[in-house]
């Protein structure tokens, strides 16, 4: 129903910033629930930000105040401004569309085989 591909990932120094994309093909764009996810080597997948189709956001808590999810829905686009990066940032990058209900995000669609990887090293 909706497939998504992300890009924008890199490498980038500690304190840095990246933008990464997602492209969104398919109906139905505006009405979903976005959110980012990401999984770092050996590590379980994580959800990271996410915006309702209304436009509200919520994010992890080591994420607040450094990374900004955005949408357009026109371009059926959705963004993750992240900024002054950590390391512990280091991951590759998924979006997902979904749901919210009860306060929790259920992802819908994803291309877990996609992302885009971020790197975040001196």
């Known amino acids: 129903q909706v497939q998504l591909v992300e890009s924008g990932g890199g490498l980038v120094q500690p304190g840095g910033s990246l933008r990464l994309s997602c492209a969104a093909s398919?109906?139905?764009?505006?009405?979903?629930?976005m959110g980012w996810y990401r999984q770092a080597p050996g590590k379980q997948r994580e959800l990271v930000a996410t915006i309702t189709s209304t436009g509200s956001t919520d994010y992890k808590d080591s994420v607040k105040g450094r990374f900004t999810i955005s949408r357009d829905n026109a371009k059926n686009t959705l963004y993750l401004q992240m900024n002054s990066l950590k390391p512990e940032d280091t991951a590759v990058y998924y979006c997902?569309?979904?749901?919210?209900?009860?306060?929790?995000?259920?992802?819908?669609?994803?291309?877990w085989g996609q992302g885009t990887q971020v790197t975040v090293s001196s």
């Open positions: 398919g109906s139905g764009f505006s009405i979903y629930a």
């Open positions: 997902s569309a979904g749901e919210y209900y009860g306060g929790i995000y259920y992802p819908q669609f994803a291309s």
